[in-house]
């Protein structure tokens, strides 16, 4: 075997043991869901757009939906949500960050909210909202999809 190919075979190695932890980090990006259950949620997708696309067949969360910016990324960055919901966007950053949609059944902009700062807005059409911080929007790009 090659040094490389044993080098690659390392790093797989060591990124397959990493899947599936169960550790549990106590972080506020928690999402309020009225769905209950305790299946992990199947992975988004990037579109041909650059934005995170929620999965086809994710959990549709309800209530109030936390959103986290954080180390200049937004966790999730792609959430599907029933007509109703309220998103809350926080600041856990020390530089400031704005919630701004892009495209979809519902337009809203926040002003520039600095760290612990919030915003939220409740969804009230179904669609696809795009949506990103326009202060850093090579790497802030979010995804909403509201059902009813």
Not at 101 to 108: A, D, H, L, R
């Amino acid at each position: 075997m090659t040094r490389a190919s044993v080098a690659l075979t390392a790093c797989s190695l060591l990124l397959l043991a990493g899947c599936g932890s169960s550790s549990n980090s106590s972080s506020s990006s928690a999402v309020t869901s009225s769905s209950g259950g305790s299946g992990a949620a199947p992975a988004p997708t990037t579109t041909d757009s650059g934005t995170t696309a929620p999965a086809a067949s994710g959990p549709v969360k309800s209530g109030v939906v936390q959103i986290s910016y954080k180390e200049i990324a937004i966790n999730p960055a792609a959430v599907k949500v029933k007509v109703g919901t309220t998103l809350k966007w926080t600041n856990f950053d020390s530089v400031e960050h704005n919630v701004t949609s892009e495209s979809g059944p519902q337009q809203f902009a926040s002003k520039d909210f600095g760290e612990k700062g919030t915003f939220e807005v409740k969804v009230t059409k179904p669609g696809l909202i795009k949506y990103q911080c326009t202060i850093h929007p090579a790497s802030m790009n979010g995804t909403i999809e509201v059902v009813k």
